[in-house]
């Protein structure tokens, strides 16, 4: 069955203390460096292990369980809602998976563990994380250097809290909607590998006669200074961002591999932009000499599409022009091969955290040289099927960007009593989705969509007969009417599959509900469920 969630009017405004009156709320504790044991059996769960709506698992600190005792830290529990009280971002909230081992928490994590009656934790995790929670937590944050909320500021912001049942479908919904989004970037990201894979792959053929045609002996190669012109650099001039009465400069980053981004520039006072030769022309060659990252140094592109633009390059960049106009399309897809890509990481030196070039480096360099009528034909071909990757590319990019934005909005839902979701809701949220690149289920196998995706997650009580039927069994037995904590008891459902058992009971409660075999009555001070024959009686 699909879940649907709808307004029934009875949400409740609550804050976090109120929320959490039957459970725990609480900080973490101040453990010191020397307090903590790298052979410790403790774990000590730090801000960097609490990630937006995910247990990050970075830090590695000890304990010794002992000291911990000692100390009277508080013992986490796996499904605890754990929430980030620093940046970034201030306020984030996770739930604690099974670590299979004791953990305590820092100081700066506080620690939320509501009753399972009244609060679902993956609901509470997802409130926190909404856009409606995150907005009362910016003007409570203080402090002058590193900026916090205290414990006490985060108890007094507000949440809008469904009934329980409500909260177990909402939690229901929203994982099968964060695992169908992560099961889709996943494949977009796995795609982008292979694009990569497949780009290097077409450049090394096309460097080398194989793509197209059959196998042949291999090109000559002659060293690039053979090729070009002399190499020199450019303009020595610190740049700045003031653009009155100045030039614009390029940055060494408007230089990528087979690229030069024209808009990504500076400016250089006029009276340091006089020499001509740092002015740039079209078909000119550019090459990056230094840089902090690897990658990118000995970086080649050709600069196109200037016109009338005067825009000098920087003395970070090398620039030279072919010896042959024609061949310098191909000179540009040579310096992305791997067998130049390897002698130029053979050939970087390191000074001061910068990898660099030198002049006498790059002119060094082996180019392969083949015949003009092919050399034309593998750069046409080769071009347009790069052309191919990088439209792909960019798609699975905007895609992901899209997806990601999926979060922020579901998590709305959390907090949004006024929305109603059912099935044509679910049906286009599923069309979207999978438009984006969703294709798997959990199996692996194609699914239709997010009802497939919430149906496939085991049913609270498929295995019990008729919806409800444990909690119809159970009220039989007590003469028709139970308080909620009780009937929990008396129904025993169990963890099963994943889905805890608070879960499993207020779904099949929230089932017998909607067919109308049982009721709530709030009339006294704790919660009853009557059968509703009783109650019509």
């Known amino acids: 069955m699909s879940p649907r969630v709808a307004k029934q009017g009875n ?14 709320f609480t900080d973490g504790d101040w453990i010191e460096t020397k307090d903590q044991d790298a052979n410790g059996e403790v774990r000590l769960i730090q801000l ?41 971002p201030i306020g984030r909230a996770c739930i604690l998976p099974d670590l299979h081992r004791p953990a305590v928490a820092a100081v700066d994590v506080s620690i939320l563990r509501p009753d399972p009656q009244r609060v679902s934790n993956e609901w509470l995790a997802t409130a926190i994380n909404s856009p409606q929670f995150r907005v009362q937590v910016a003007p409570k944050v203080r402090g002058s250097g590193r900026q916090r909320i205290s414990r006490r500021n985060l108890g007094c912001l507000a949440v809008s809290v469904p009934p329980v049942a409500e909260q177990w479908l909402l939690a229901r919904l929203l994982r099968a909607i964060d695992h169908r989004v992560s099961s889709a970037l996943g494949a977009l990201q796995s795609a982008e590998t292979d694009l990569a894979q497949l780009r290097v792959l077409i450049i090394d053929s096309a460097c080398t006669g194989a793509l197209g045609s059959a196998p042949q002996d291999p090109w000559p ?47 250089v006072p006029t009276e340091k932009a006089t020499n001509p030769r740092h002015f740039l022309e079209d078909r000119d060659i550019l090459i990056t000499r230094l840089s902090g990252t690897a990658e990118y140094v000995g970086n080649l592109g050709v600069v196109r599409e200037l016109g009338k633009r005067r825009i000098q390059f920087p003395d970070r960049l090398f620039r030279t022009r072919a010896l042959d106009p024609a061949s310098t399309d191909f000179l540009e897809l040579a310096f992305q091969s791997t067998s130049v890509r390897q002698q130029v990481a053979n050939l970087i030196r390191s000074a001061t955290g910068q990898k660099r070039l030198a002049i006498s480096d790059v002119s060094e360099i082996r180019i392969p040289v083949p015949p003009e009528d092919e050399r034309d034909r593998v750069v046409v071909h080769a071009s347009r099927l790069l052309d191919v990757i990088a439209s792909l590319g960019a798609r699975s990019g905007s895609a992901q960007a899209r997806l990601e934005q999926i979060r922020p909005l579901s998590r709305r839902l959390a907090q949004d009593e006024a929305l109603v979701v059912t099935d044509s809701a679910l049906e286009r949220a599923e069309s979207g989705i999978e438009n984006l690149g969703m294709a798997a289920t959990r199996s692996g196998k194609p699914a239709s969509g997010l009802r497939a995706s919430t149906e496939a997650m085991p049913a609270t009580n498929n295995e019990y007969g008729p919806p409800g039927g444990r909690i119809m069994q159970a009220l039989q037995e007590a003469g028709g009417r139970l308080d909620v904590g009780t009937l929990f008891k008396s129904s025993g459902f169990k963890v099963a599959d994943g889905v805890s058992a608070g879960e499993r009971f207020y779904e099949a409660l929230r089932e017998a509900e909607q067919i109308g075999l049982v009721a709530e009555d709030r009339a006294g001070e704790a919660v009853e469920v009557v059968l509703s024959s009783l109650r019509a009686s």
């Open 11 to 24: 949400w409740t405004s609550s804050t976090l203390d109120e929320v959490l009156e039957h459970g725990l």
């Open 48 to 88: 960097a292990d609490v990630g937006d709506g995910v247990f990050r698992d970075r830090s590695d600190r000890f304990m010794a369980r002992a000291r911990a005792e000692e100390l009277g830290c508080t013992f986490l529990k796996s499904g605890d809602v754990l929430v980030a009280r620093m940046p970034d």
């Open 221 to 267: 190669t002659q060293s690039f200074k053979s090729l070009v012109e002399p190499l020199h650099a450019g303009n020595a001039a610190s740049a700045i961002d003031e653009a009155v009465g100045a030039i614009p400069v390029l940055r060494s980053s408007s230089v990528r591999a087979g690229a030069v981004y024209l808009s990504d520039f500076r400016f």
